[in-house]
C-alpha cells in the first residue's frame, strides 16, 4: 500500500511537471499509467484520469503567470471563447458515449487516439507564432468545429485537450506556443468540467469516492509537479520537447493497445 502510495504521488508530480511545462493535463501519460501500473478498469481510469487532469489544469494556469502574464490572456479571450462554443458540445457528447462502451472498445480508442496526438504533436514541434492560416468568418467556424472535436477527444480519453488544443492556437490563430499552453488551459477547464458533470450523472462516477486515498496523494503529487513545471516553463524549448513527447504517446498506445 505504502509503495503504491509513493508511485502515485511521484507519478502525479512527474506528470504534473510535464503538464505544467506545455500547457496540458497530462492525461496522456497518466492515463497509460492508470490502467498498466495501477490495474484500473478502462471506464474507471478515464474518470479518475479526468479528475487528476482538472487538478493539473486549474493549477497550472497561475504556475504559469509568472511567465505568460494574466493580462495576455486575457486579451486573447475571443480565441477562447471561439473554440468553447464547439468544445463544451463535444464534452457533453464524448462522456456520454464513453460511459456506453465497453472496456475493451475504450482501450483500443485511446491507444488510437493516443496515436493521433502523437502525430499531431510530432507535426507541430517547430510551430512558432505567425499569421493565422484563416482569418474572419472562416477562422471562427473552423474554431468551433475543432473545439468540438477535442472535446470528444477530451471526455473520450479524460484529457484536457491541450495536446490538440496547443497546435490549433499555433496553426489556425497564430499563437506563441508558450502563449497557446496558457489558452489551452484557459479553454481545457471549462470544457473538462462539463465533461465531468456529465460522467456525474452515471454509476460509474462512484470510483472516485471508493479511491479518495488514491486520488488525493495523486492530487497532491500533480500539485506539486505543476508548480515545478511552472518555474521550468521558458527554460526547456519546446521545440525539444515536444517530439519526446510524441515518442512518450507512442509508448504509451502500445501499451493500452495490448491491455487484457
Known amino acids: 500500500m505504502r509503495a503504491n502510495k509513493l508511485a502515485a504521488f511521484f507519478g502525479g508530480a512527474l506528470i504534473g511537471t510535464l503538464g505544467g511545462l506545455i500547457g496540458l493535463g497530462g492525461a496522456e501519460f497518466r492515463l497509460p499509467l492508470l490502467i498498466s501500473l495501477f490495474g484500473f478498469p478502462g471506464l474507471e481510469a478515464v474518470i479518475l484520469n479526468k479528475t487528476m487532469s482538472l487538478v493539473v489544469v486549474a493549477t497550472a ?56 496526438i502523437a502525430a499531431v504533436l510530432f507535426l507541430a514541434h517547430d510551430a512558432t507564432a505567425g499569421q493565422p492560416l484563416v482569418t474572419g468568418s472562416l477562422q471562427i467556424i473552423a474554431g468551433v468545429i475543432a473545439g468540438f472535436v477535442i472535446g470528444i477527444v477530451a471526455a473520450l480519453l479524460g484529457v484536457a485537450g491541450g495536446e490538440l488544443l496547443i497546435p490549433t492556437l499555433v496553426l489556425l490563430f497564430g499563437a506563441d506556443i508558450k502563449l497557446a499552453g496558457s489558452l489551452s488551459l484557459a479553454v481545457s477547464l471549462p470544457t473538462m468540467l462539463v465533461g465531468f458533470a456529465r460522467y456525474s450523472q452515471d454509476q460509474s462516477f462512484s470510483t472516485i469516492r471508493r479511491n479518495s486515498t488514491f486520488v488525493l496523494v495523486m492530487a497532491a503529487g500533480s500539485i506539486v509537479g505543476t508548480f515545478i513545471g511552472g518555474r521550468l516553463l521558458g527554460i526547456v524549448p519546446s521545440y525539444v520537447l515536444l517530439p519526446l513527447l510524441a515518442i512518450i504517446l507512442l509508448l504509451s498506445a502500445l501499451k493500452v493497445w495490448r491491455h487484457k
Not at 66 to 84: A, Q, Y
Not at 85 to 109: K, M, N
Open 61 to 116: 494556469l497561475p504556475f504559469r503567470a509568472g511567465t505568460v502574464p494574466w493580462d495576455l490572456v486575457l486579451t486573447h479571450w475571443p480565441v477562447v471563447v471561439n473554440l468553447l462554443a464547439g468544445s463544451l458540445l463535444g464534452a457533453w457528447f464524448g462522456a456520454g458515449w464513453a460511459t456506453r462502451l465497453r472496456s475493451e472498445s475504450l482501450y483500443r480508442i485511446i491507444a488510437i487516439m493516443l496515436v493521433a
